[in-house]
């Protein structure tokens, strides 16, 4: 049996719309030997996404929209073989963004502290709050941003695709389950040990490559080690 390649697994988690995708893609240019996840490729197929009871709307921005076991299994496929499972995904694979920036490259830096042959990077709406799929990460990182910003930027979007269709953004979606369920979930992170998790309104380092002046992100550090920010 041969051994397992050294693999290094890290999180980008953040609300909808605060440029987790972006920052995975600037980091895939700047580091060596990067694969990209979503959990959007996660979501339950469209016809097993819960309603809300209080709105009647889909809740795709929930913990049950998503199928957890089989996010969890990916991720140990990755940790042991060094590349992820065939699974389907949502939208076509986009290319690396190679363009410079101190804050990325700052960033990158850090995560190359330990060299390992492959870096997986994942990006989704909430990743930490469950033990399973939590403890799979080396590094965790939490983007965030205003509130104006991130439902601006949501309103602009003309939808989502999904594994069976598209999704366009009901009147009243933002603000009734997506603004809601951000912050229940946020408090949940926030809930967790400090030697595990840096407290989120501690201070942050902007992004201003992402296109809002409120954009921040944390670097957390793996489960027993001490909490220590990032410094640029």
């Not at 979501?43 to 969890?72: F, H, S, V």
């Not at 939490?142 to 999704?167: F, I």
Request: net charge neutral; glycine share 6%.
């Amino acid at each position: 049996m041969t051994a397992s390649p050294a693999t290094s697994i890290v999180g980008i988690s953040g609300p909808t719309c605060s440029g987790k995708t972006t920052l995975a893609r600037r980091l895939q240019g700047a580091l060596p030997n990067v694969t990209l996840l979503h959990q959007d490729d996660f979501y339950l197929p469209p016809d097993n996404i819960p309603i809300d009871p209080a709105t009647g709307m889909q809740d795709w921005d929930c913990d049950a929209a998503i199928d957890w076991p089989r996010l969890e299994a990916a991720l140990a496929h990755f940790r042991a073989q060094g590349r992820l499972p065939v699974y389907r995904v949502t939208e076509p694979p986009a290319a690396a963004d190679l363009r410079p920036d101190p804050a990325v490259v700052a960033l990158a830096k850090e995560l190359r502290r330990d060299p390992v042959p492959a870096t997986l990077i994942v990006d989704g709406f909430m990743l930490y709050h469950r033990p399973a799929v939590d403890r799979q990460f080396d590094r965790r990182l939490v983007v965030e941003a205003d509130r104006a910003t991130l439902e601006a930027r949501r309103r602009d979007r003309t939808g989502y695709q999904t594994t069976e269709g598209w999704w366009t953004d009901p009147p009243g979606y933002f603000k009734r389950i997506v603004w809601p369920n951000y912050l229940r979930h946020r408090a949940e992170v926030a809930a967790l040990p400090t030697d595990h998790h840096l407290a989120l309104d501690s201070g942050c380092l902007d992004i201003p490559v992402l296109d809002a002046a409120a954009v921040r992100y944390i670097l957390i550090n793996p489960i027993g080690a001490p909490g220590e920010q990032v410094k640029r």
